[in-house]
């Protein structure tokens, strides 16, 4: 007992010593999963909470005049001329949602008898990837449930979701992408780094490189090179696995319609770009490491704010408010 006590104490001394290594592997990381966390609430609350201050806009064909004054309280109405162009409309975002409804709609649901017949239908399209169409949908729909029961069911609904078939699947991948990416990145680059620069230290063999007639940046720049080229080969496995299985983790084909050829070439530009940027970081922080598990313990906040740049990149709304925050 009193060896262990000793060892336990020793322990206990070594850690709690060093100020840094404290700091970073017991208080650093709750504080930056707890800003990670709250943000990520935040911005999920967000990208799918639609903006209630909007006046809906709704296609339409031949609206009755017994739903013309409720409706023009409740949303713009936008004219069109058949179905096609409705949908082309709600597809586009053009319009929130859109109402059809048949023609001398007020005369047929005047002379049609519950259970003798079909009923006239309403058809109403909705945009499954739109925010702004839901609460457009839920209040038409609504409407028209009321009306139909003040008619005694003399009515049916046709709800037909509008969204273009690539639509479901290009906001997955614009989600979920940018943080798979600088995940699998990350996890690449800190399989090379730490050990290329810390791990050398340890060994001793950081010192013969310096006595050589080989100027310090010289050197710096060729391990962030190679470890770049290294990470880039590991992450890029990655990614093209990632971009392969998705299709089928979503239950769709990936087609030319979600990502074409200057998608893929934008995406190659960010890859490299984030990989010299991450090898660099990590690089850095190894150099002041004694060890490569200090520098593994010193990387882990850069983790955390890699995940957590990942999921800024969720809400949509950061493009449009400001430039610089897209950029970065």
Do not use: H, W
């Amino acid at each position: 007992m009193k060896g262990m006590l000793t060892i336990f104490k020793k322990e206990l001394a070594r850690f709690f010593g060093d100020k840094r290594m404290a700091f970073t592997a017991i208080l650093l990381p709750g504080i930056l999963i707890y800003i990670l966390y709250s943000f990520m609430g935040s911005t999920m609350m967000d990208t799918f909470e639609a903006d209630v201050t909007l006046t809906p806009t709704v296609a339409v064909t031949q609206v009755p005049a017994s739903l013309k004054d409720g409706m023009e309280q409740f949303c713009t109405l936008l004219p069109v001329a058949d179905a096609q162009e409705a949908q082309e409309q709600v597809a586009s975002e053009n319009a929130n949602a859109a109402l059809l409804f048949p023609a001398d709609f007020d005369a047929q649901v005047s002379a049609y008898e519950p259970g003798q017949g079909q009923a006239p239908v309403v058809e109403l399209y909705f945009n499954t990837s739109s925010a702004d169409s839901q609460p457009a949908y839920n209040g038409l729909l609504a409407m028209l449930n009321t009306y139909e029961s003040s008619l005694a069911n003399k009515f049916d609904i046709a709800e037909i979701d509008a969204a273009p078939e690539e639509a479901e699947a290009s906001q997955f991948f614009a989600m979920m992408l940018p943080m798979l990416l600088t995940m699998f990145l990350f996890s690449a680059c800190m399989s090379v780094a730490p050990e290329s620069i810390a791990g050398e230290k340890e060994r001793g063999t950081i010192a013969t490189l310096l006595i050589t007639p080989i100027s310090r940046s010289n050197i710096a720049l060729g391990k962030i090179m190679a470890l770049s080229l290294i990470a880039l080969l590991s992450g890029a496995s990655s990614t093209l696995g990632t971009i392969l299985s998705m299709p089928k983790l979503i239950g769709t084909e990936l087609g030319g319609d979600i990502y074409g050829v200057q998608e893929y070439l934008m995406l190659a530009a960010v890859i490299f770009s984030t990989v010299l940027l991450l090898i660099t970081l990590i690089s850095v922080i190894s150099a002041f490491a004694k060890t490569v598990k200090e520098a593994t313990t010193m990387v882990m906040p850069v983790m955390i704010l890699v995940m957590f740049l990942g999921i800024m990149a969720m809400s949509g709304s950061l493009a449009a408010e400001s430039s610089a925050l897209f950029l970065i």
